[in-house]
């Protein structure tokens, strides 16, 4: 299991004195609990061990803390998540050089996961793409599991995509027909997919917001 955002306090502290209202610092700890799980997959997925995946990631946070005014969301510049994937990088080959080859093969699991994960893409960056989507996969089914859990069509969604239960079994248990079932299925992984696009999105402006307030900071 990779080590939660809440295993990293010195990162915390370290960074606090950079953060002067509480504001800031709500703004920062919602920055880390989306991104240093995805540093934490993406270094596993690379071969770091659970110690040198905790370093790794506390060193990058303090490198974006470093480093994020100078991030300029525009049309011309990558999108943030490429933005944190070059210092994430930097820091694994000083760290870990080895590990940064492209010889790793990112590990997979879940039938959907790897569905909604990028296409054609290999090596080090398509595991970051792969770990960054698979965290807003797991984001977009957690919101939408506290939103639907009661209704039959997350049961079918449920059943039959994330326990992959025979969706035969399960349409006749709920007392529906099997196209009922593959319909109302249907609307729920389009609304995941949905789901999935605003999270990164809403992930995308997050950091732009805490660019800015770094850049305010700096001034």
């Not at 946070?61 to 933005?83: G, H, K, L, T, Y």
């Not at 760290?95 to 879940?110: F, M, Q, V």
């Not at 307030?213 to 001034?219: A, I, K, L, M, V």
Request: with cysteine.
């Amino acid at each position: 299991m990779a080590p939660s955002s809440s295993n990293f306090p010195d990162t915390r502290f370290t960074l606090i004195r950079r953060l002067p209202n509480a504001e800031d610092l709500a703004a920062w700890e919602t920055f880390v609990s989306i991104y240093v799980p995805v540093i934490c997959s993406f270094a596993l997925s690379r071969g770091c061990s659970t110690d040198q995946t905790a370093l790794l990631a506390k060193s990058a946070m303090i490198r974006v803390a470093e480093a994020i005014s100078d991030f300029q969301p525009n049309e011309d510049q990558p999108r943030f998540r490429d933005w944190l994937f070059s210092l994430v990088m930097e820091e694994l080959r000083r760290k870990h050089p080895d590990l940064a080859l492209d010889s790793h093969e990112i590990p997979r699991d879940g039938q959907m996961a790897r569905a909604l994960a990028d296409a054609g893409e290999e090596g080090p960056v398509g595991q970051w793409n792969q770990e960054y989507r698979r965290m807003a996969y797991r984001r977009a089914v957690q919101e939408m599991e506290l939103e639907m859990a009661d209704t039959p069509a997350w049961e079918v969604f449920r059943r039959t995509i994330l326990e992959a239960e025979d969706p035969e079994s399960v349409a006749a248990e709920l007392g529906m027909t099997l196209g009922a079932a593959y319909l109302a299925r249907s609307r729920v992984l389009a609304k995941l997919r949905e789901r999935i696009a605003a999270i990164e999105i809403d992930w995308e402006s997050g950091a732009a917001q805490l660019s800015e307030r770094f850049s305010d900071e700096s001034t």
